[in-house]
Protein backbone atom coordinates (compact mmCIF):
# COMPACT_ATOMS: atom_id res chain seq x y z
CA UNK A 1 0.00 0.00 0.00
CA UNK A 2 1.56 3.06 -0.88
CA UNK A 3 -0.03 6.63 0.74
CA UNK A 4 0.40 10.07 -0.85
CA UNK A 5 0.17 13.07 0.96
CA UNK A 6 1.58 16.90 1.35
CA UNK A 7 0.07 18.17 -1.87
CA UNK A 8 -1.65 21.81 -1.79
CA UNK A 9 -1.50 24.81 -3.33
CA UNK A 10 1.60 26.80 -3.38
CA UNK A 11 2.87 30.04 -5.74
CA UNK A 12 5.34 30.09 -8.49
CA UNK A 13 8.81 30.08 -7.32
CA UNK A 14 7.28 28.65 -3.90
CA UNK A 15 8.55 25.11 -2.62
CA UNK A 16 6.37 21.81 -1.32
CA UNK A 17 7.14 18.27 -0.36
CA UNK A 18 4.94 15.20 -0.78
CA UNK A 19 5.37 12.21 0.89
CA UNK A 20 4.42 8.53 -0.07
CA UNK A 21 4.42 5.60 3.00
CA UNK A 22 4.60 2.33 2.51
CA UNK A 23 5.19 -0.54 3.64
CA UNK A 24 8.31 -2.47 4.91
CA UNK A 25 7.60 -5.03 1.93
CA UNK A 26 6.78 -2.36 -0.47
CA UNK A 27 9.98 -0.12 0.48
CA UNK A 28 12.50 -3.01 -0.14
CA UNK A 29 14.68 -3.10 -2.80
CA UNK A 30 12.24 -1.86 -5.02
CA UNK A 31 12.19 1.79 -7.37
CA UNK A 32 9.70 3.89 -5.81
CA UNK A 33 9.00 6.76 -8.50
CA UNK A 34 6.70 9.98 -8.71
CA UNK A 35 4.54 10.00 -11.88
CA UNK A 36 2.48 12.78 -12.25
CA UNK A 37 -0.74 13.61 -13.75
CA UNK A 38 -1.74 16.76 -15.34
CA UNK A 39 -5.22 17.66 -16.82
CA UNK A 40 -4.85 17.09 -20.93
CA UNK A 41 -1.94 15.93 -20.73
CA UNK A 42 0.17 12.16 -20.82
CA UNK A 43 1.47 11.29 -17.67
CA UNK A 44 5.18 12.05 -16.72
CA UNK A 45 7.41 10.47 -14.24
CA UNK A 46 9.43 13.06 -12.78
CA UNK A 47 11.76 11.29 -10.18
CA UNK A 48 12.62 7.67 -9.09
CA UNK A 49 14.69 6.05 -6.34
CA UNK A 50 16.02 3.04 -5.94
CA UNK A 51 14.89 1.94 -2.25
CA UNK A 52 17.57 -0.56 -2.08
CA UNK A 53 20.86 1.55 -2.45
CA UNK A 54 19.52 5.28 -2.57
CA UNK A 55 20.27 5.54 -6.50
CA UNK A 56 17.59 8.12 -7.79
CA UNK A 57 16.90 9.21 -11.35
CA UNK A 58 14.87 12.25 -12.41
CA UNK A 59 13.17 13.54 -15.53
CA UNK A 60 14.71 16.67 -17.70
CA UNK A 61 12.15 18.41 -16.58
CA UNK A 62 12.57 17.56 -12.78
CA UNK A 63 16.56 17.70 -12.77
CA UNK A 64 17.97 20.48 -10.62
CA UNK A 65 14.08 21.41 -9.37
CA UNK A 66 12.89 18.58 -7.65
CA UNK A 67 15.01 15.82 -5.15
CA UNK A 68 13.52 12.62 -4.39
CA UNK A 69 14.79 11.19 -0.95
CA UNK A 70 13.81 8.23 1.75
CA UNK A 71 14.02 7.72 5.09
CA UNK A 72 14.22 3.83 5.62
CA UNK A 73 13.35 4.26 9.73
CA UNK A 74 9.54 5.30 8.03
CA UNK A 75 9.54 3.53 5.00
CA UNK A 76 8.71 6.48 3.15
CA UNK A 77 9.97 8.47 -0.04
CA UNK A 78 9.84 12.63 0.06
CA UNK A 79 9.44 14.61 -3.37
CA UNK A 80 10.61 18.12 -2.18
CA UNK A 81 9.86 20.56 -5.10
CA UNK A 82 11.19 23.76 -5.45
CA UNK A 83 11.02 26.77 -8.06
CA UNK A 84 7.83 25.35 -8.90
CA UNK A 85 5.92 26.79 -12.22
CA UNK A 86 2.67 26.50 -12.80
CA UNK A 87 3.07 23.03 -15.47
CA UNK A 88 3.98 21.62 -12.53
CA UNK A 89 0.36 21.52 -11.71
CA UNK A 90 -0.68 17.93 -11.53
CA UNK A 91 -2.19 15.17 -9.63
CA UNK A 92 1.11 13.43 -8.15
CA UNK A 93 1.13 9.46 -7.77
CA UNK A 94 3.60 7.50 -5.94
CA UNK A 95 4.28 4.13 -7.72
CA UNK A 96 6.15 1.27 -7.50
CA UNK A 97 8.42 -0.38 -10.25
CA UNK A 98 11.22 -2.79 -11.19
CA UNK A 99 12.95 -0.39 -13.52
CA UNK A 100 13.34 3.55 -13.24
CA UNK A 101 9.95 5.43 -14.28
CA UNK A 102 9.50 3.10 -16.26
CA UNK A 103 6.81 -0.19 -16.17
CA UNK A 104 4.85 0.44 -13.28
CA UNK A 105 3.20 -1.37 -10.26
CA UNK A 106 1.46 -0.38 -8.21
CA UNK A 107 -0.02 2.83 -7.40
CA UNK A 108 -1.36 5.42 -4.73
CA UNK A 109 -4.53 7.16 -4.52
CA UNK A 110 -2.25 10.53 -5.71
CA UNK A 111 -1.85 14.00 -4.07
CA UNK A 112 -2.88 17.34 -6.01
CA UNK A 113 -0.50 20.07 -5.91
CA UNK A 114 -1.58 23.26 -7.53
CA UNK A 115 1.29 26.17 -8.44
CA UNK A 116 -0.58 29.38 -9.30
Known amino acids: QLVESGGGLVQPGGSLRVSCAASALTFSSYFVNWVRQAAGKEREGVASMYTGSGSAYYADSAKGRFTISQDNAKNTVYLQMNSLKSEDTALYYC????????????WGQGTQVTVS
Open 95 to 106: VTSDYALDEYIY
